[in-house]
Nanobody
Framework: QVQLLESGGGLVQPGGSLRLSCAASGSIILNDVMGWYRQGPGKERELVADITIGGRTNYADSVKGRFTISRDGANNTLYLQMNSLKPEDTDVYYC????????????WGQGTQVTVSS
């Protein structure tokens, strides 16, 4: 069992920056992938970025060049550095851990609100 706890959301002006953190309790195992997703009212949850244990990253086209995902393996913490934020980045951001080898290994955090507005 893994628990994920996000922090770092808030209100920021367009063009500003925020850093989200996700602390994972429990063990991280081979083939785990950790990622950030976001979801707004009436919209489907979408992938923002994810990262493998080996450090391979993947980004949604809408955030490439502005967001950076990283992971601190020693502390089991996932980060999302968000720069040049736009109003359309406003959403609830969720941390996720999943493993394609074990379908039941799919965990979500409670979400953190990011609001980009002047």
């Amino acid at each position: 069992q893994v628990q994920l706890l996000e922090s770092g959301g808030g209100l920021v002006q367009p063009g500003g920056s925020l850093r989200l953190s996700c602390a994972a309790s429990g063990s991280i195992i081979l083939n785990d992938v950790m990622g950030w997703y976001r979801q707004g009212p009436g919209k489907e949850r979408e992938l923002v970025a994810d990262i493998t244990i080996g450090g391979r990253t993947n980004y949604a086209d809408s955030v490439k060049g502005r967001f950076t995902i990283s992971r601190d393996g020693a502390n089991n913490t996932l980060y999302l550095q968000m720069n040049s934020l736009k109003p359309e980045d406003t959403d609830v951001y969720y941390c996720n851990l999943k493993n394609s080898w074990y379908s039941s290994r799919n965990y979500w955090g409670q979400g953190t609100q990011v609001t980009v507005s002047s």
